[in-house]
T-cell receptor, first 112, second 111 residues
Framework: DAKTTQPNSMESNEEEPVHLPCNHS???????IHWYRQLPSQGPEYVIH???SNVNNRMASLAIAEDRKSSTLILHRATLRDAAVYYC?????????????FGAGTILRVKS | KAGVTQTPRYLIKTRGQQVTLSCSPI?????VSWYQQTPGQGLQFLFE???????NKGNFPGRFSGRQFSNSRSEMNVSTLELGDSALYLC??????????FGPGTRLLVL
């Protein structure tokens, strides 16, 4: 499984944008970049995923570098409810199944 | 649609006992995966079932086993419990390989 590297923690002010980085220098051509988050006392929650192009959904945006060796999850206006651990995960969709390999993730703290 | 449900939510067992945890996936989802979360090791993949067959397996001892029923509900069993098995056990269901939906977990404490 290709490895990802994320900062241990980040802090943001409420109502401001947050950029969560992820490095994945050994990414393969069939690896999709997935982001999940885990709020306190809950199971992980899907946020977004992409392959090469930038992606947007109602929760966040995913910006993928042209060489795909890094990506950034963008929360456009952080709220207190966004305080969570954010996981950047590579999924090789050429392989069968749904195995997710979680790293340590980034703890996001949001200040009011 | 109802989300992924897991029962029981909390469980206390003693060393040497066995335990069975249950997971009901979202209606229509045929894939069910199990994960163990501990403060020291983080989230680790246990195994995945799809249409009653184990499709993927993580690096856990044989004391950890699972099964899936024809209605896609899944159970996992841990035999001969050890103190280190204390963890949050999470179940996730999916209908494709893009998105997994996680349940709230079962918190197991082994004394």
């Amino acid at each position: 499984d290709a490895k990802t590297t994320q900062p241990n923690s980040m802090e943001s002010n409420e109502e401001e944008p947050v950029h969560l980085p992820c490095n994945h220098s050994t990414i393969s051509g069939t690896d999709y970049i997935h982001w999940y988050r885990q709020l306190p006392s809950q199971g992980p929650e899907y946020v977004i995923h992409g392959l090469t192009s930038n992606v947007n959904n109602r929760m966040a945006s995913l910006a993928i570098a042209e060489d795909r060796k890094s990506s950034t999850l963008i929360l456009h206006r952080a709220t207190l409810r966004d305080a969570a651990v954010y996981y950047c995960i590579l999924r090789d969709l050429a392989l069968p199944g749904n195995k997710l390999v979680f790293g340590a993730g980034t703890i996001l703290r949001v200040k009011s | 649609k109802a989300g992924v449900t897991q029962t029981p939510r909390y469980l206390i067992k003693t060393r040497g006992q066995q335990v069975t945890l249950s997971c009901s996936p979202i209606s229509g989802h045929r894939s069910v995966s199990w994960y163990q979360q501990t403060p020291g090791q983080g989230l680790q993949f246990l195994f995945e079932y799809f249409s009653e067959t184990q499709r993927n397996k993580g690096n856990f001892p044989g004391r950890f086993s699972g099964r899936q029923f024809s209605n896609s509900r899944s159970e996992m069993n841990v035999s001969t419990l050890e103190l280190g098995d204390s963890a949050l056990y999470l179940c996730a269901s999916s209908w494709n390989q893009e998105t997994q939906y996680f349940g709230p977990g079962t918190r197991l404490l082994v004394l």
